[in-house]
């Protein structure tokens, strides 16, 4: 948990008072936390955006996804400003989920291919749909059985999974089963929550070690 029910209000707050949505403020805060880690001045993501647009496709299973590009100069930048610029990079990105990514690379074969573990990271909101009809049939007694579930394929690309509901905001990263790999991540989700629980208490955030 990065942050509890509470917390997730108030980090909305801040983001609200910057002018952007939780989504924004959440990719500042994870371009901050790559900042603090590595010292790089500008962060470089990709999140998935859902590709679904005739009923036909609500009909069937699986993934209708593309990747929306993310950048976000984070150097020497208050919570506002970077939450600013990536709320700014994602909308004015959201079409390029249409691009099939491989497909641009092919055509420009200058460009430098992402390194397997190229950061992808996924946004889930439980108050949305079709979430959101998902939790309240569960909550409302229709079935016990309710749930989401996985067929224990995945793809290396999407490596950090963020799932904000009812009791808060939730953060999961897939990584490699060996001890390097443990201590990485368990520092790394220190620092988001450190950072995201710092916004939520004072709309910015200081520096962290």
Not at 22 to 49: Q, S
Not at 82 to 89: D, F, G, H, R
Not at 147 to 173: C, K, N, P
Request: net charge negative; aromatic share 12%.
């Amino acid at each position: 948990m990065l942050l509890d029910a509470d917390q997730t209000a108030r980090f909305e707050a801040a983001c609200t008072a910057a002018g952007t949505r939780f989504v924004g403020g959440l990719y500042a805060c994870t371009a901050m936390v790559e900042h603090e880690l590595t010292g790089a001045a500008t962060y470089y993501g990709l999140t998935p955006r859902d590709t679904r647009r005739t009923s036909d496709n609500f009909m069937t299973q699986g993934w209708f996804t593309g990747l929306v590009p993310i950048t976000v100069p984070i150097a020497a930048t208050t919570f506002a400003e970077a939450a600013w610029a990536a709320q700014t990079s994602f909308d004015s990105g959201l079409n390029l989920a249409r691009v099939p990514y491989y497909r641009v690379l092919e055509l420009a074969p200058w460009l430098e291919n992402p390194h397997p573990n190229f950061p992808v990271s996924n946004f889930l909101h439980g108050g949305a749909a079709p979430l959101n009809a998902v939790i309240a049939a569960a909550e409302m007694g229709y079935s016990n059985n309710i749930g989401i579930y996985s067929d224990g394929r995945f793809s290396y690309q999407l490596t950090i999974y963020v799932f904000r509901y009812e009791a808060g905001t939730a953060m999961a990263v897939m990584f490699p089963d060996n001890p390097v790999a443990q201590k990485s991540v368990a520092r790394y989700i220190a620092t988001m929550k450190s950072v995201v629980e710092q916004v939520a208490d004072s709309g910015d955030w200081g520096r962290f070690g």
